[in-house]
């Protein structure tokens, strides 16, 4: 079993910065592919990042040049920091990881976080 807990959200005008944060425990072997998902009330869920064991990125065009995503390995702990942020950002991030990236669909995880809320306003 893998446990991941989100912080790091809240409210941040437009144009801001946010550093979310997600403390990785458990079974760890399961999380070679780790990433960020967002949803917004009566959206698809959306697939922000990706960062695999290797450190390779993958990025949403929605996020590409203002997102980045990084792992702390000593601390266990998944990084992601949004600059530039508008309105659209809005929406509940989760933590999530799974054994492998699936490179078609960077939603597709198997384990997941409680999310955390971020409020972009204009």
Known sequence: QVYLVESGGGPVQAGGSLRLSC?????????YCMGWVR???????EGVATIDSDGSTTYADSVKGRFTISIDNAKN???????SLKPED??????????WCNR???ADFGYWGQGTQVTVSS
């Open 23 to 31: 403390a990785v425990s458990g079974y760890t072997y399961d999380t």
């Open 39 to 45: 949803q917004a009330p009566g959206t698809e869920r």
């Open 77 to 83: 702990t998944l990084y992601l920091q949004m600059n």
């Open 104 to 106: 078609y669909d960077r």
């Open 90 to 99: 809005t929406a509940m991030y989760y933590c999530a990881a799974d054994r």
